[in-house]
C-alpha cells in the first residue's frame, strides 16, 4: 500500500523498547490506528511533535497488511488545546473523550461524524465555562454515532411508544414501558427531562446542543445514568471515570 497521510487526535501512548513509541490515534480518514514512532525518544527533533494526550496532528504512516501496528514516519502538531491542559478538571474530562474512543471505536474504520465531533469538543472543552456539559454531549453523541447508545424513544422490550410511567433497564439497555416492567425488576425510573434532554442531544448538532439548559437535577441523573450504562456494558469502570469521580471528592472541589 502507498504511504498515507492524514489528520489525527492521539489517544494514548506508551514506550517502546528505549527509543520509541507507540501511540494509538484517532485518524479522519482511517478511523481509530496505532502506529509505531522509531528513535522519538532519542531523537524528538525528527518529528515536530511532542505526541501529547488529545494533541491533533498530522501524520505520515507506512501501512503494513501483515500488521495492525503501522510505521510512522512524520508527525506535525495542529492543534495542541493548550488552555484546557491548565486544568486537571479538564484534562480529566478530555482524558475520559479519549478513553471512549480507544474502547468504543473499532481499528481501521473510517467515521467522519466521531472525527468531527472529537474536534470540535476538544476545542471547546479548550475555552468553555461549561466543560462538563461538554463532557456529556460528546458521551451521548458518541454513544449514538457508534451504533452503541442506550435505547431511549421507545420501550426496548416491545418496541411500543413510551406513554405514562417507564423505567431504564441497564441489562437490556434502554427504556421499559409500564408492561414490560417484569421483563428487569432492577429497572429505575428517569425524570422526564433527563430522556428529553438525551434525545434532544442525539438528534441535534454539537453546536445546537451547548445551548441546551440542563438543571442540577437532570445534570446530576444524566451523569450517573450514562456511567452506569457504560460501565455495566463494558463490564468495567473506565480508568479515567475513577480519576474524574475522585477530582468531584469534596477535598478536590
Not at 514506550?15 to 490515534?25: A, N
Request: positive net charge; glycine residues 4%.
Amino acid at each position: 500500500m502507498p504511504i498515507q497521510k492524514t489528520e489525527a487526535i492521539v489517544l494514548r501512548k506508551r514506550d517502546f523498547r528505549e527509543t520509541s513509541l507507540i501511540v494509538d490515534f484517532y485518524t479522519r480518514d482511517f478511523g481509530r490506528l496505532s502506529g509505531l514512532l522509531k528513535g522519538i525518544r532519542k531523537e524528538p527533533a525528527k518529528f515536530a511533535s511532542s505526541l501529547e494526550n488529545f494533541s491533533c496532528n498530522e501524520i505520515i504512516f507506512y501501512p503494513k497488511r501483515e500488521s495492525s501496528l503501522h510505521l510512522v514516519s512524520a508527525c506535525e502538531l495542529r492543534e495542541h488545546f493548550p488552555r484546557l491542559r491548565r486544568d486537571i478538571a479538564r484534562i480529566g474530562m478530555a482524558s475520559m473523550m479519549m478513553e471512549l474512543l480507544y474502547v468504543l471505536m473499532p481499528a481501521e474504520e473510517k467515521n467522519d461524524q466521531i472525527y468531527e465531533l472529537t474536534k470540535m469538543a476538544l476545542a471547546e472543552l479548550n475555552t468553555t465555562p461549561y466543560p462538563e456539559k461538554v463532557l456529556t454531549i460528546f458521551k451521548i453523541k458518541t454513544l449514538a454515532l457508534s451504533g452503541f447508545k442506550p435505547h431511549f424513544d421507545s420501550c426496548v422490550s416491545c418496541q411500543d411508544k413510551l406513554i405514562g410511567q417507564s423505567k431504564f433497564s441497564l441489562m437490556l439497555g434502554g427504556m421499559l414501558c409500564s408492561r414490560c416492567f417484569a421483563k428487569d425488576k432492577a429497572g429505575r425510573s428517569l425524570f422526564r427531562g433527563t430522556v428529553a434532554s438525551i434525545l434532544h442531544i442525539e438528534k441535534n448538532d454539537f453546536k445546537n446542543n451547548l445551548n441546551l439548559g440542563l438543571n442540577p437535577q437532570i445534570k446530576r441523573e444524566l451523569e450517573s445514568v450514562l456511567n452506569a450504562f457504560l460501565n455495566f456494558h463494558l463490564e468495567r469502570e473506565l480508568k479515567s471515570q475513577r480519576v474524574l469521580n475522585r477530582l468531584s471528592e469534596p477535598q478536590y472541589v
